[in-house]
């Protein structure tokens, strides 16, 4: 689909957004981004400018037509909320194909060209290129190219994959008109329970902070253009030091604490990003208890909030001058079906929507994430309390990353286009190779690595497997007794909750498995050799099974068919610890929240992997024994 030009009296081609027949400033695309969003923001109603403050959740229609009816997640239909409360940043779910996404952009392009002034829409995304499907965290990918969870890019400790993997995200996220991106997500996960670890690089914030650096440079390039995806990077400052490891999303996980004062040491990843650029930030729900910086105490208000954290240390002392979104759904509680999540509004739970709007603007943000409630912001600024230049400010800040993308000379998309490059084979197998080749092997006693060798059609005993995975490497057996090796995937342990809305989705919880667990698995290794997959989406205590392993590895987010690939070296492994792996739970609840490599004689240390050069070399010529082998 291509946009609807004009002509100016010098030969100048343009969109007439407003149809008035004239090239207005804001209009010509010979002007600065800075000088076009002047003269934009000089012209907006305040409504205008009040939906600019929003983002929130809509979804496709079929075959990527328009919702008009409130979806799963969506509260009010698409013309309503662009039509008629003049919001133009919406964060999309699912992504049926390609072609689908890329029609559903262009028709929310097309429909906003009827608003006053014709301003683009920006749609965002979580992150959608790996496996877990959480409608508070992220995607599975679905059309795009798979690749591990961001955990699993941190095993690979490559720069320039992890740079690969961004542009090659980025060519697709355009391609559908996807021109925002709610990450990276450079928390430092030094809780090892906290239920969010997937989505981080790890907590080592020196290398963090290169990742972050490699992230953005692949998404936004070295200035936001026509052909960049803008970031927001999360969640500032810090969300990992979560007291107990439980999620900022749910109330009893509000609290966040720095009982080792590392405080600046969370920040480090945050500062490579403003250095870099980052288009966005976002602030985390969870609010510091007993923090003080400077000699000053902290307010214990979840930090969106807190106008210390987000005007006077991300503002004025470190620089930042771009976009502050709020994490999703501050102000109103969120209820779908017969279940309710409650407004994050940690410590200030008092406050009525009003207040809590008026005090997050107080404090500095921009925009509302997961909200639509414009007509609360227009009585704010309409009784006194909120003063229509306080808007002014960060709708300058919206638009002129509107401009810096190019949305307003032409935000369309071609479908067939789209169809062609997302998920195309040559990007899908640069996803299967980093899904391989991010797996860690932690234990491979007797050389029991790579699988497969012989006999050439070996019996397998399998759990976890997919039978078209393992037909490409041997013969299904369902007993134990008859296998010439026995492999078992499974996840990392946690404790199941579905009391309050997206509660289920987040592992949180014990670390450790049930004790009935190794008993079963030393049956099966009685019988043939024992390999044991484990998906690390948190650091799993592995304690137990070390002594029942012929081989022990973990992975990130991967195929079978990748993990298959990695045991049999058909991909060779070469992934490192992210983080470490605790001996207990008790090491776990004894260590520091804030503090790295925190738990006492961890059972594998960070940094961590038998075969970081693929299996060439001898494991015990590449890295000493952990502490499990000497077991």
Known sequence: ???????????????????????????????????????????????????????????????????????????????????????????????????????????????????????????????????????????????????????????????????????????????????????????????????????????????????????????????????????????????????????????????????????EYHLAPFREAIRRGTAGMMPYYGMPVGLERGGQVIDEVGFAYNRQIVTDLLRDELGYDGVVVTDWELVNDNHVGDQVLPARAWGVEHLDAAGRMRMLLEAGVDQFGGEECVDLLLDLVRSGVVAEQRLDASVRRILLVKFQLGLFDDPYVDEDAAESLVGNAEFRAAGTTAQAESVTVLRDRDGTLPLFAEPARPRIYAEGFGDAALDAYGERTGRPEDADVALVRIGAPFDPRDDLFLERWFHQGSLEFPPGLAVRLGRLAEHAPLVIVVNLDRPAVLTPLVPIASALVVDYGSSDEAVLAALSGRIPPRGVLPVEIPRSMDAVRASATDVPDGTVDPLFPRGFGLFPRGFGLHPRAQAPEPAAARQ
């Open 1 to 263: 689909m291509q946009p609807t030009f004009s002509t100016a009296p010098d030969g100048t081609r343009f969109r007439d957004l407003n149809g008035n027949g004239v090239m207005d400033p804001y209009e010509d695309p010979r002007l600065s981004a800075a000088e076009r969003t002047d003269d934009l923001v000089g012209r907006l109603s305040l409504e205008e400018k009040a939906g600019l403050m929003f983002q929130t959740v809509i979804e496709l229609g079929e075959d990527g037509g328009l919702l008009e009816t409130p979806g799963a997640i969506s509260k009010s239909p698409t013309s309503t909320v662009i039509l008629g409360k003049g919001m133009n940043h919406f964060n999309v779910h699912h992504i049926s194909t390609a072609r689908a996404g890329a029609r559903w952009s262009n028709n929310l392009q097309r429909l906003a060209e009827q608003t006053p002034h014709g301003i683009p829409v920006t749609i965002s995304t979580d992150p959608r290129h790996a496996f877990v499907e959480n409608t508070g965290v992220a995607f599975s990918a679905g059309p795009f190219s798979q690749w591990p969870e961001p955990m699993g890019l941190a095993a690979l400790d490559d720069l320039d994959v992890i740079r690969s993997f961004a542009d090659i995200a980025r060519r697709e996220y355009c391609a559908v008109g996807i021109r925002a991106a709610l990450h990276p997500q450079i928390d430092l996960p030094t809780e090892p329970r906290w239920g969010r670890q997937a989505q981080t690089f790890g907590y080592d914030a020196d290398r963090v902070s290169q990742i972050t650096a490699a992230y953005l440079e692949g998404f936004q390039g070295d200035a936001l253009g026509p052909d960049s995806v803008a970031c927001t990077t999360k969640h500032f400052p810090g969300g990992g030091p979560q007291r107990d490891g439980e999620d900022a999303h749910f109330p009893y996980g509000r609290e966040q604490d720095y009982p080792g004062g590392m405080f």
